[in-house]
Every structure is written in structure tokens, then in C-alpha cells.
């Protein structure tokens, strides 16, 4: 990614119906990080809603997601990221020179109950806040 002054790193979170997984992910990126990244989220095959056992559990932790809809993954989205994270959807991401993709392997929430779902939205959390630190401009280091 380029460092340009005042650049603000852009992170595009993926998953079939944007109702689990990658709304988490853009939950937790827009929570810890604050506005120090651009944050969006879609799927390949929206949902008519988010997950309400996705929503709940991120209640649990303070994180309100109940006014988020899935949205439709689009090129322009995915131009338009820096990073590209990846979360069970397959070869539906299109795939552009000079972004950096990231496939992170977690269990599909979908059906499952708010129990099941917590050690997932943990997991993203997790590689959430290792994300922020490999991104943030400050620990990228300034080699080209």
C-alpha cells in the first residue's frame, strides 16, 4: 500500500451474506480503531438482514450493529480498498494488482445461536486487532 500523506487506510470485509462475519469484522475495525481507517463491508449474496444472534452478541460487548444492512460486494468496493479480508466467500471477491487480500478462515454464523457466535465474534476480534496493528501507518515501517 502507498504511503501517501494523509492517506487513511481502507479495509474491505467479505463474506457470502454480509449478516455475520463481516459485519463483526467492520464492527470491531470501526470500534477499536476508531476513524483512522475507512471501514465497509458486503457480500457476494446479501441477506435480507443482519444475523440477530450476530447482533446480539455484539451487544454483549457494547457494539450496536442494529441499524446495519448487508450490502452487495461491488468492484468499485473492492478498487477502492486497500485491504481486501476475505471470510468464506470463495473465488467471488475480484482480485486487483497492489491490494493486499487477507482469507480468514472462521465458522459461518448463520443459523446458529447467539452461544455459538460468541467464540466466533471473539475470533474476529482477535484478527481484527492484529490487522490494525499491521496496517496503521506508524507500524508499516518505511520500506517500499
Not at 457480500?43 to 460487548?61: F, I, K, R
Not at 457494547?62 to 479480508?85: F, H, M, R, W, Y
Not at 468464506?88 to 457466535?117: E, M, N, S, T
Request: charged fraction near 20%; include cysteine.
Amino acid at each position: 500500500m502507498p504511503e501517501t500523506s494523509g492517506h487513511k487506510p481502507s479495509v474491505l470485509f467479505v463474506c457470502v451474506h454480509n449478516a455475520g462475519r463481516s459485519q463483526m469484522a467492520a464492527a470491531w475495525l470501526t470500534h477499536l480503531a476508531g476513524d483512522r481507517f475507512e471501514v465497509r463491508s458486503a457480500g457476494s449474496a446479501p441477506a435480507d438482514q443482519v444475523n440477530p444472534a450476530v447482533t446480539e452478541a455484539m451487544h454483549e460487548v457494547g457494539i450496536d450493529i442494529s441499524a446495519e444492512t448487508p450490502k452487495i460486494l461491488t468492484v468499485d468496493a473492492v478498487q477502492e480498498s486497500d485491504v481486501c479480508v476475505t471470510m468464506g466467500c470463495g473465488d467471488a471477491c475480484p482480485v486487483f494488482p497492489g491490494k493486499r487480500y487477507l482469507d480468514w478462515k472462521l465458522d459461518d454464523p448463520a443459523g446458529q445461536g447467539v452461544g455459538a457466535v460468541r467464540p466466533i465474534r471473539d475470533q474476529i476480534k482477535t484478527l481484527v486487532e492484529k490487522l490494525v496493528t499491521e496496517v496503521t501507518p506508524e507500524n508499516r515501517g518505511t520500506t517500499a
